[in-house]
């Protein structure tokens, strides 16, 4: 267990639809990333936050956002889901309140399969 | 031209061989570098996590940065089947607050 947790593991769902995927970073840590890996696809950074803030964007569609909540957990929502959005979408944590970092943590994943 | 670039493989060596993976990378600012392990359609697995140049080993790893080359190794020595997975390097600038940029990543197998 690396401390970072995913919910759901699987997930299926239609075209058109929207999903919720949910993050809670390694206990103490502040700084939350999403990353998508399509099949046989390299990670891919999408967004960033760091103690309730966003930081960061990447490559994110406009169909997706996220947000951090003051209990440091994360969630990113994908709307209008379309084939192509089928991935694995990972959440990695870093930075505790010192600014201490020991590396990027990863959970282990959302499968999402869209219909 | 990709910011990290990751010879993708795949490498395929025998029990017991020493494997070299590497990367290099463009962007000088870089100054935290890290490898992980990502087993199939798993989390990747933090394996090595380096600061600017130099070396460090764990057990049977060890993971080496020139900075003036701008090209990072990770060695396994005595691998194992159970090594086998593909092996990520990723980066990013100081401070920990920023984000990681990851090579392709190497798929290794190693065969008994």
């Known amino acids: 267990d690396s401390g970072v947790t995913q919910t759901p593991k699987h997930l299926i769902t239609a075209t058109g639809q929207r999903v919720t995927l949910r993050c809670s970073p390694r206990s103490g840590d502040l700084s939350v990333y999403w990353y998508q890996q399509s099949l046989d696809q390299g990670l891919q950074f999408l967004i960033q936050?760091?103690?309730?803030?966003?930081?960061a964007k990447g490559n994110i569609l406009e169909r997706f956002s996220a947000q951090q909540f003051p209990d440091l957990h994360s969630e990113l929502n994908l709307s209008s889901l379309e084939l192509g959005d089928s991935a694995l979408y990972f959440c990695?944590?870093?930075?505790?309140?010192?600014?201490?970092?020991?590396?990027?943590?990863f959970g282990s994943g959302t499968r999402l399969t869209v219909v | 031209q990709k910011e990290v670039e990751q010879d993708p493989g795949p490498l395929s060596v025998p029990e017991g061989a020493i494997v070299s993976l590497n990367c290099t990378y463009s962007n000088s600012a870089f100054q935290y570098f890290m490898w992980y392990r990502q087993y199939s359609r798993k989390g990747p697995e933090l394996l090595m996590y380096t600061y600017s140049s130099g070396n460090k080993e764990d057990g049977r790893f060890t993971a080496q940065v020139d900075k003036s080359s701008k090209y990072i190794s990770l060695f396994i020595r005595d691998s194992q089947p159970s090594d086998s997975a593909t092996y990520l390097c990723?980066?990013?600038?100081?401070?920990?607050?920023?984000?990681?940029?990851f090579g392709a990543g190497t798929r290794l197998a190693v065969h008994p």
């Open positions: 990723a980066m990013t600038r100081a401070g920990g607050y920023n984000k990681l940029i």
């Open positions: 990695a944590s870093s930075v505790d309140r010192a600014g201490r970092t020991y590396g990027y943590t």
């Open positions: 936050y760091y103690n309730g803030e966003e930081r």
